[in-house]
């Protein structure tokens, strides 16, 4: 294996390159742009590399469904850490060029949906046809295949465009969140402020299934950050779901969540527990009767009972 060769999702200039270049050790690392999500992810299960950043999720479209169904299917991988990125994209044309003169314009299919009434603004007739990446539209507009491209103003130098508008985005604070992927390993130690990752999948599909799922976490105490559902390719109705949890695997209310639902469901994929992309200060206080050592005094209590010591 490559231990010092990261991928992620290419060409050169995508959002992805510009949140992996947030991590530290991206400065040490090979970094290998890939043409897609399963392309980046099957190079760190080949070995290939040690690890691939991904997008996962966007505020304005929700889950990334490559990724999800990439972290779901294949070879077992698992998340080491979040890269939360502000986006904001530019309109990049060729030198010269101007807003009057485009008619037709690109971007990643996820892009398209954060700048659409921009678009229906300024570019009311404009087509717009998807392109692999932001990146991948830049280059394209580059060989001329298109007037106009929206992606990361960074890759204006890049692809030798300018850019014509900048801080284009339907949704104030907009933000896509990446994920680091490696092959599976004992998960970092906790640090207070953590997220675990599942993908499960239900036994039966009957009244109040999904309730029951749910209720493993609930009644533990455990917030859900993401639930998404996603086809299993069994037939219409047949659906497995990716679930992020506040916690860590080795907290007890996470720890125990898990166990009831590896009773209940068919499978649970558990795709790691890693910190948060978080800042301190906004990490919620735990809600009572949730802590570790509430759980362990609960254990310490039914011991007792069952030794006849419950008075003690």
């Not at 999948?201 to 998404?228: I, S, T, Y």
């Not at 009773?263 to 948060?276: A, D, M, N, T």
Request: net charge negative.
């Amino acid at each position: 294996m490559s231990a010092t060769r990261y991928t992620y999702l290419g060409p050169e200039g995508t959002f992805t390159e510009a949140a992996l270049r947030t991590l530290p050790e991206a400065a040490t690392r090979e970094l290998v742009p890939m043409v897609s999500v399963p392309a980046a992810l099957d190079a760190v299960r080949a070995g290939e590399a040690a690890a691939a950043l991904v997008p996962i999720e966007n505020s304005v479209e929700g889950g990334v469904t490559a990724t999800l169904d990439e972290l779901a299917s294949g070879e077992p991988l698992m998340i080491y850490r979040e890269v939360v990125l502000p986006i904001a994209f530019a309109l990049l044309v060729r030198p010269g060029t101007e807003l009057s003169e485009i008619k037709t314009v690109t971007g990643h299919p996820v892009a398209q949906p954060q700048v659409r009434n921009w678009l229906r603004a300024h570019l009311p007739d404009a087509l717009w046809e998807s392109a692999a990446s932001n990146a991948d539209g830049a280059r394209l507009v580059q060989e001329g295949r298109f007037d106009a491209a929206f992606a990361g103003a960074f890759a204006a130098a890049t692809y030798g465009l300018e850019a014509l508008v900048t801080e284009i985005h339907d949704a104030e604070n907009a933000e896509t969140r990446f994920v680091l992927v490696g092959r599976p390993a004992r998960p970092a130690a906790p640090t207070g402020s953590d997220k675990t990752s599942v993908v499960i999948w239900q036994r039966e599909d009957h009244p109040g299934a999904l309730m029951e799922l749910l209720q493993e976490f609930a009644v533990r105490g455990v917030n859900l950050m993401l639930l998404q559902s996603r086809p299993t390719g069994a037939g219409i109705g047949n659906y497995c779901f990716a679930i992020d949890a506040e916690g860590h695997v080795s907290d007890r209310r996470v720890g125990e969540a898990l166990m009831g639902l590896k009773r209940i469901c068919q499978e649970v994929r558990f795709l790691g527990s890693y910190p948060r992309a978080v800042a301190p200060e906004q990490v919620r206080p735990l809600r009572a009767g949730t802590s570790d050592a509430e759980f362990t005094a609960a254990s310490d209590w039914l011991a007792r009972c069952q030794d006849g010591r419950a008075q003690d």
